[in-house]
């Protein structure tokens, strides 16, 4: 079978990594499309070596836009690429433009196209991946859920049961893959960074730092809980890019730094007392390595976090997020356990059920 994988933004690399693996090991032609919706080396270049994914072999290099430019560019441009090679089914994963867009021409012109990490709702359409899901996942041929919740979204919209398949998190295969690299590089970090205890943050939705109203009041907590316990914030270029003048004045306790490489950020969060974020593969490492984690969203794609896991929905109630982060610091988070199939094996599945 002909193979061809789509892929273009951060959470997408760590998502297609172990699928490719296991598709190889199956004996499958594979092609490799990397849309180029991220393209600074530390968004992408720095995944792709550490993951150990192969170079692309089409890259479109669409770079940023708005959301109809990318989503046309990326269609555009993809055509051609997907007609040339003719492969038997498409990969898209996620959520982010470049899934929506693959998924649309593959539709349009007859190819089968599979949808891993399928049937997560926010059920929040402000929210631009709520829209790429239910797009991608009605125009799927076969869809891979990470949890129960998603066969019931996607039984809930009308879509047949014998396309579905819950397969589990492909995002924790590629984590226990490489948990054993990430402790290798802990200590070199934790000295780089001068590290005792520490919370970590990550911040680059939309709702979050698009507007002033928001984001300002959110730096003013960030800034303040960091006095309780040092906090490191990767920044994202979305966020650094808008808010290059408010970053620099963040007191000494809140280090802002570069974004980090999947080892060292995976490091960081299995050791960190808590982490901040509005991340959606960040809600489910953490759950999976069992840190507390706060999601500054009213509302989460990834309910099993919440119900099974570490996660606490905090929204923008900054009340709540100190007293969330006090338990965290006192050790009286609540306990989590790890949802079922999170167990390192579901791109085996997946390439179990395509090989059928
Ligand atoms: C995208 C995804 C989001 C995902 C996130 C992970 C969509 C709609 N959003 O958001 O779901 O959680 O990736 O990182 O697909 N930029 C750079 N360098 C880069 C890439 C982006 O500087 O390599 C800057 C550009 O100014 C760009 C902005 O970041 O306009 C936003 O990038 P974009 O790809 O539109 O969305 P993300 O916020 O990264």
């Given at each position: 079978?002909?193979?061809?994988?789509?892929?273009?933004?951060?959470p997408n690399f760590m998502k297609m990594a172990p699928v490719y693996?296991?598709?190889?090991?199956?004996?499958?032609?594979?092609?490799?499309?990397?849309?180029?919706?991220?393209?600074?080396?530390?968004?992408?270049?720095?995944?792709?070596?550490?993951?150990?994914?192969?170079?692309?072999?089409?890259?479109?290099?669409?770079?940023?836009?708005?959301?109809?430019?990318?989503?046309?560019?990326?269609?555009?441009?993809?055509?051609?690429?997907?007609?040339?090679?003719?492969?038997?089914?498409?990969?898209?994963?996620?959520?982010?433009?470049?899934?929506?867009?693959?998924?649309?021409?593959?539709?349009?012109?007859?190819?089968?196209?599979?949808?891993?990490?399928?049937?997560?709702?926010?059920?929040?359409?402000?929210?631009?991946?709520?829209?790429?899901?239910?797009?991608?996942?009605?125009?799927?041929?076969?869809?891979?859920?990470?949890?129960?919740?998603?066969?019931?979204?996607?039984?809930?919209?009308?879509?047949?049961?014998?396309?579905?398949?819950?397969?589990?998190?492909?995002?924790?295969?590629?984590?226990?893959?490489?948990?054993?690299?990430?402790?290798?590089?802990?200590?070199?970090?934790?000295?780089?960074?001068?590290?005792?205890?520490?919370?970590?943050?990550?911040?680059?939705?939309?709702?979050?730092v698009d507007d002033e109203s928001v984001f300002l009041p959110m730096?003013?907590?960030?800034?303040?809980?960091?006095?309780?316990?040092?906090?490191?914030?990767?920044?994202?270029?979305?966020?650094?890019?808008?808010?290059?003048?408010?970053?620099?004045?963040?007191?000494?306790?809140?280090?802002?730094?570069?974004?980090?490489?999947?080892?060292?950020?995976?490091?960081?969060?299995?050791?960190?007392?808590?982490?901040?974020?509005?991340?959606?593969?960040?809600?489910?490492?953490?759950?999976?390595?069992?840190?507390?984690?706060?999601?500054?969203?009213?509302?989460?794609?990834?309910?099993?976090?919440?119900?099974?896991?570490?996660?606490?929905?905090?929204?923008?109630?900054?009340?709540?997020?100190?007293?969330?982060?006090?338990?965290?610091?006192?050790?009286?988070?609540?306990?989590?356990?790890?949802?079922?199939?999170?167990?390192?094996?579901?791109?085996?599945?997946?390439?179990?059920?395509?090989?059928?």
């Amino acid at each position: 079978m002909k193979v061809l994988h789509v892929v273009g933004a951060r959470p997408n690399f760590m998502k297609m990594a172990p699928v490719y693996r296991a598709l190889a090991r199956n004996g499958h032609e594979q092609i490799l499309v990397h849309t180029g919706q991220h393209y600074d080396a530390l968004m992408s270049d720095v995944f792709f070596k550490a993951l150990e994914i192969p170079d692309p072999d089409e890259s479109l290099n669409v770079g940023s836009g708005s959301h109809a430019q990318q989503t046309a560019a990326i269609m555009s441009r993809f055509e051609p690429v997907v007609l040339a090679h003719r492969p038997d089914i498409v990969l898209v994963y996620g959520d982010v433009n470049s899934t929506v867009a693959a998924a649309l021409v593959c539709a349009k012109i007859g190819i089968r196209v599979g949808h891993v990490e399928s049937g997560l709702r926010s059920f929040d359409r402000s929210m631009p991946e709520e829209i790429n899901r239910l797009v991608t996942d009605q125009l799927a041929d076969v869809l891979f859920t990470p949890s129960v919740d998603g066969n019931e979204n996607l039984a809930r919209e009308g879509i047949r049961k014998e396309k579905v398949f819950l397969v589990g998190n492909v995002m924790i295969d590629t984590l226990i893959h490489f948990l054993p690299r990430a402790d290798e590089v802990f200590p070199g970090l934790k000295a780089e960074l001068s590290l005792d205890s520490y919370g970590l943050v990550t911040l680059h939705r939309p709702s979050n730092v698009d507007d002033e109203s928001v984001f300002l009041p959110m730096m003013k907590e960030l800034d303040s809980l960091s006095e309780k316990l040092p906090l490191i914030f990767p920044v994202h270029p979305r966020t650094a890019q808008k808010w290059s003048a408010r970053l620099k004045q963040c007191g000494p306790n809140l280090q802002v730094i570069a974004p980090l490489g999947y080892f060292e950020f995976l490091a960081l969060q299995k050791n960190a007392s808590v982490v901040i974020t509005d991340s959606g593969g960040i809600q489910e490492e953490t759950t999976y390595l069992g840190t507390p984690c706060l999601t500054l969203r009213e509302n989460t794609e990834r309910p099993i976090t919440v119900t099974l896991g570490t996660n606490v929905l905090i929204g923008h109630d900054w009340a709540l997020l100190r007293k969330e982060f006090q338990k965290a610091l006192n050790g009286g988070h609540k306990q989590a356990a790890r949802p079922p199939l999170w167990d390192g094996k579901a791109a085996e599945r997946i390439a179990e059920i395509l090989t059928q």
